[in-house]
């Protein structure tokens, strides 16, 4: 029996293959999470053990998909970065970004228990995904910039606003006290009001998370001469930086190296 | 603080939307399904359970995205037709293909212990998804028949695989035995040296699985004059039909309706 | 001297063919030809010279590339029809337009002076061209009567506008006149004030122009019984007539038939 | 009379812009001039007159097109690159390509008869294009190398070809003479055989045309002081360099500058 006769449907198959020379990064969003914090009673505004859970995902992806060498994630989100050299499954689009949604999704749920003992899966969480592609490492590092200042600004407002709501405002209320306000303005009534130094807040709420591979030198035994003999091991590690300026970069050249 | 400085990145993002007046099919396919059924022992040629898991997945589909028409299932991997005039997420291929993939992934993960309460997950099941545009219901008819024209035959080889191998043959020289033969070759030798008849065996394996709306009537009382009043109930069903004749289609004509 | 090493360079050339089973309409389009008919003195509301230029240029069009079935223009702007099957390049798009609005533009500059002996080309007339896919027979029909539609709408109101000005008002003054009229006031207008029956002026401007392929019976000679031996001819054929209702496709059923 | 009803069609246009940061290069290649060469017995292997005639619509696409930068030519194809960070026409393929293509071809026919006033036109000619996005400055001078390696690979086999030809071979004969020949070999030949150095050939056939903005300074006058009064003069230049070595890049900074 031959299938020859219905097989010219694969014509309508689309080539998708992603341009070289550009860095991919594919970008996760939690789908109606809005909803699905407030159905499992996320605390706010972070919830430190989904944040976590969000973490080890990430950490999953670095181990299993080694192209990718960078991902930041804040709240329901998180950038994979793959690197401008991939050629994972011919860099298709329809490949990278429902493999790495997927596989997201299924450590997820796999590790939910361990983050949340105390509460069920009360209905399915998923993510949406897309990619996009940039030609220069400088543009890549705008567009973690972009994904960190947006952290700043969500965090520092929902920090402000569910203060002032569990100090007793409405959620009305919260809202029109911040109306107008600037950077400033949030960290004075935060200090003023509350007695809260923003700056203190632990950074993985402040800062978003970092996921990338530490290249650690450590001493695996000594010589006959009694040196020390070194190996460079690489661990997938979960750091708070600062990713806007160049200290964290110029520690790690590494990551976003341009191809020659 | 102001993000404009880095929001151009945004202007990577692509406009990803389908063409209109075009049936959609996402077609999600496990990846390292191989793999994965081996280190959980799923049963050969096929194991019900696993069958039954990817149709409850399926069936979810259904009920959570109402555009979704038609699902056919075969193996490790689903098709989900969206309705012609869907404006779902407004046709974006960058939302329709993850929250397809990510929805079925939780599905999948979330009921596995209903349905191997026995086993545990060993490492995270995952799927590849993409998208494929059909402009006419007859073309999409073409494509189910593909798929389930493809299950026919891999079904029928793996029959014969595994009882040869079942009955003592090694693998080798099992593929030996089937090199060259036809369908009809693979009918007898079932017959002849393992007395079973192909087309009695369970339709799920031969035929693949249907999720679709059926549309019952149902008598919901009797009215004053003792008539009965009925109703029209939507109820997603799964089904084991022929997909590729004309006959479970002229019974459900408002599946594929095409637009005027 | 080999090429391999700067090769690479090709992998960036992206696949763009356009899906099957759909009619792929190419729309040339004059560019900054306001100006180009300033320079040139075309006549106003409509230069039948320059009208009959555009439609020499479609014939040619329908000559050269077979796979067009039906051309339909108006003012500087011309859509070609390519059959529903056209393999014509694989149907690539990078191949499709380019080539048909280079071909156009080609034939126009060629016979330029045929049409306007009398006038020099000042500076290159030329065009963008643009692809687009539809999926049925009827979307076709569709996107044409757009095309008719807009061609009315557009020459009745140039038609008032020219005669209000050639009658001694400013172009400011007839755009007054004109603002929130109706078809019918505008016809009105045109009997009223100029003696002008709108229905009779001359199709070409009104209805825009048609090409395609007319299939003519025509005796060849008698046979040795004194019958009649008859012969398809085909004629490349120019026309200007109502497209939007169905007389013109049920006398030509073949020119949009749809493939089973 | 609304145009509403059949407006969908457009909803079926597609949105093409080009990536940001991106050089775009637009790449126009004579369609079927094996043959129009033939019918207008242009010389062989070059025909200086045809090399001329398009590199006068290459000039005329740079005083044009203002952000095209640059470029490069041979035989009957054209490479123009658009800056980096040109916003002409939005970026979209659907107006730079048809454009590009159609310009280059009405100045094409139009300035025919200055370089041939003793030919007529047998028939248009025409081109077709195609649109490449090239991530960096480096990767456009690979690409310009490929296109000027390519040029140099041709001409060497041709001007081989060719001088055999009119020594009295068939061209069979002459396509086997030159099978498996290297780059030195056809050297030797070309000396040997016909006293020809062919590194001495004119470098239009040799190196093919470079058209680029060349910043010339000029006096314009004197001051009161007698000093001269300088000033920058841009003008759309035509040269047969060498473009693989960084020589004249390193002349020409400005010409592929990435942005900051």
Same mark, same amino acid.
């Given at each position: 029996m031959a299938n020859s006769k219905y097989e010219y449907v694969k014509k309508f198959e689309v080539d998708d293959k992603l341009p070289p020379h550009n860095w991919i990064v594919v970008r996760i969003d939690g789908c109606h999470f809005h909803r699905f914090s407030a159905d499992h009673a996320f605390? !706010? /505004?972070? %919830?430190e053990r989904a944040l976590n859970l969000m973490n080890i995902c990430a950490v999953s992806m670095l181990e299993h998909f080694p192209d990718i060498v960078f991902a930041y994630g804040v709240s329901d989100e998180y950038s994979f970065i793959f690197k401008e050299s991939t050629q994972f499954y011919e860099r298709r689009a329809s490949k990278l970004v429902p493999l790495s949604v997927s596989y997201f999704t299924s450590v997820y749920v796999m590790k939910w228990n361990e983050f949340f /003992? %105390?509460?069920? @899966?009360k209905h399915p969480p998923y993510f949406d995904g897309r990619v996009i592609c940039y030609p220069r490492a400088k543009i890549v590092l705008d567009y973690l910039a972009w994904r960190q200042v947006d952290c700043h600004i969500n965090n520092q407002y929902n920090t402000c606003f569910w203060m002032l709501v569990k100090s007793g405002k409405t959620e009305q209320e919260a809202q029109e006290s911040l109306k107008g306000t600037v950077s400033k303005d949030k960290n004075e009534l935060l200090f003023q009001?509350?007695?809260?130094?923003? %700056? !203190? @807040? /632990?950074a993985i709420f402040r800062k978003g998370s970092c996921v990338y591979i530490e290249k650690l030198e450590e001493t695996v035994k000594l010589d006959d001469s009694g040196n020390p003999v070194k190996r460079l091991r690489k661990k997938v590690t979960v750091g708070h930086f600062d990713i806007i300026g160049p200290k964290f970069w110029n520690e790690h050249p590494y990551i976003l190296e341009e191809e020659k």
């Open positions: 605390e !706010k /505004p972070n %919830d /003992p %105390d509460k069920e @899966l009001q509350f007695g809260v130094n923003y %700056d !203190k @807040l /632990p």
